[in-house]
């Protein structure tokens, strides 16, 4: 019998990742969706001082602000999350690039 591989899809690796986290007690975690698209697929203003390139989960702990974009594997961050990982860095924020709840947990989460 022939096996069918088949690609995961990011939304399913940010719904593992985030059911993960809900069972940790030390870290206040949130799912941000920063898109402007709506669900019937029209475009939205975004609101005045949003920011692009936002990671996709957010985690507070310890009091240190730590931003996880996911992605598959070999998937590269865009310009926009790039640039706003290296704002992040610069005010004293961690972020991650994870593919993984096993990615997750190597930082510590």
Not at 73 to 92: D, N, R, V, W, Y
């Amino acid at each position: 019998m022939a096996v069918i591989k088949q690609k995961i899809l990011e939304k399913e690796i940010q719904l593992a990742i985030c059911d993960y986290l809900a069972y940790k007690r030390d870290i206040m975690f949130w799912r941000q969706n920063t898109s402007p698209i709506h669900a019937d697929g029209k475009f939205r203003s975004m609101p005045k001082y949003s920011k692009t390139g936002v990671p996709d989960i957010i985690v507070i702990k310890n009091g240190i602000f730590i931003g996880l974009e996911v992605k598959r594997p070999k998937h590269k961050q865009s310009e926009t999350q790039i640039e706003f990982q290296t704002e992040l860095e610069k005010a004293g924020g961690k972020y991650y690039v994870v593919t993984s709840i096993d990615d997750v947990k190597s930082i510590g989460l």
